[in-house]
């Protein structure tokens, strides 16, 4: 069965640079979320994306922006990048309510 | 969350013993509870799932326990296998914060041969 895809699964970037990381939903999954997780951390939810709007938001960073596609992808997009970025950040998708399934993560390393 | 250079709960058992794992979960409110199973460098896997009318249920080898009064969820693991070790974290969902789901502190789960 399809899972949740995200692109890249590593990525090393240095301090006030840019990243955008992609997550490519379940087939028919209407609903998209971001996770952080810091390393030996829980997961913070960050922003999540019904159909295509913003559907609730977290402890998003102003520096972050996200946004979900017209095919249900999603982006997320991370500037002025800090030490304190360097983590896993998690996609989830869902359809509607119902259960959420995880990516398997990108790893942000700032240096 | 917020803590920097938590150190995880671990809670280590011999094989083939049974495994309980506990988590005070914050919000009365929430009516959706979760057990995810982390293994190293991948995404969160759903394990088994409890609704608030509920006090018990179980799976393949799992149980998940809820208990509203004093807010606590624990998962019991049968026969605990060396596939088992992993970080386990329980999420809650609570009513009119959309499907977000919010993680309590990880357990680490390490299985003696």
């Known amino acids: 069965a399809a899972g949740v895809i995200q692109s890249p699964r590593h990525l090393i970037k240095e301090k006030r640079e840019t990243a955008t990381l992609k997550c490519y939903p379940i087939p028919r999954h209407d609903t998209v979320y971001w996770y952080q997780q810091g390393p030996g951390q829980d997961p913070q939810f960050l922003i999540s994306?019904?159909?295509?709007?913003?559907?609730d938001k977290g402890s998003i960073p102003d520096r972050f922006s996200a946004q979900q596609f017209s095919d249900y992808h999603s982006e997320l997009n991370m500037s002025s990048l800090e030490l304190g970025d360097s983590a896993l950040y998690f996609c989830?998708?869902?359809?509607?309510?119902?259960?959420?399934?995880f990516g398997s993560g990108t790893q942000l390393s700032v240096l | 969350g917020e803590s920097v250079g938590l150190h995880l709960p671990t809670l280590s058992v011999q094989e083939g013993d049974n495994s309980i794992i506990n988590c005070a979960y914050s919000?009365?409110?929430?009516?959706?509870f979760i057990w995810y199973k982390q293994e190293s460098g991948k995404g969160p896997q759903f394990i088994i799932d409890i609704r608030s009318n509920m006090d018990k249920r179980q799976g393949q080898r799992v149980t998940v326990l809820l208990n509203k009064t004093v807010k606590h969820l624990s998962l019991q693991i049968a026969a605990t296998q060396p596939g088992d070790s992993a970080v386990y974290f329980c999420?809650?969902?609570?009513?009119?914060?959309?499907?977000?789901?919010?993680f309590g502190t990880g357990t680490q789960l390490k299985v003696e041969l």
């Open positions: 989830a998708s869902s359809l509607r309510n119902e259960k959420l399934f």
């Open positions: 919000n009365s409110a929430s009516d959706y």
């Open positions: 999420a809650e969902n609570i009513p009119g914060g959309g499907n977000k789901l919010t």
């Open positions: 994306f019904y159909e295509k709007m913003q559907s």
